[in-house]
């Protein structure tokens, strides 16, 4: 029985063993590279994802310069029913004003803002306007930001 255990010892790796320990190489390096891939397209995603973002806080710091101290919103970014949904200039950046945040999601357009007025009748010092802006990427994938814009602008009450 010695004999025949040192000879198989000596023989070495089979065919079998052989195949299997490639085929485990292999396996190992596809998975590997389909890793790298998956890694690779969320980077890419997160980066689209990062450029809508930018492009929400740009819109929405516009829209704030726009409306900081007026009591009323511009006509030129203002919601107008009878026209409906149409595209406006926000200092530079083209978007749509839908009116309301119920309305968002509307086809054709990227960039989607809504102003709403708050004011309190009591203390009017917080007068001012909240803002939604949405910008989407990817297909129905979207960022949203949400801004304050006082009526009063920076001034403050010792100010005046």
């Known amino acids: 029985m010695n004999g025949i255990a040192a000879v198989r010892g000596r023989r070495g790796v089979s ?16 998975a590997t590279f389909a890793l790298i891939g998956l890694s690779r397209a969320s980077v890419s995603s997160d980066s689209v994802k990062d450029a809508a973002a930018a492009q929400a806080q740009q819109l929405a710091d516009n829209l704030i310069a ?28 083209r978007a749509a004003n839908v009116g309301q945040p119920s309305s968002f999601g509307i086809e054709g357009f990227k960039r989607q803002f809504c102003i709403t007025a708050e004011t309190n009748d009591t203390d009017r010092k917080n007068d001012g306007y909240n803002i939604t802006c949405r910008v989407y990427y990817a297909g129905s994938s979207y960022v949203q930001f949400h801004a304050y814009a006082s009526a009063r602008g920076n001034t403050d009450e010792a100010g005046e």
Do not use: R, T
Not at 15 to 30: D, P, R, T, W, Y
């Open 15 to 30: 065919l079998v063993e052989e195949i299997c320990a490639v085929c485990i190489l292999v396996i190992g390096v596809f």
């Open 66 to 93: 726009q409306l900081s101290g007026k009591e009323n919103i511009p006509a030129a970014i203002q919601y107008d029913a009878s026209v409906g949904i149409h595209e406006v200039d926000v200092g530079g950046i």
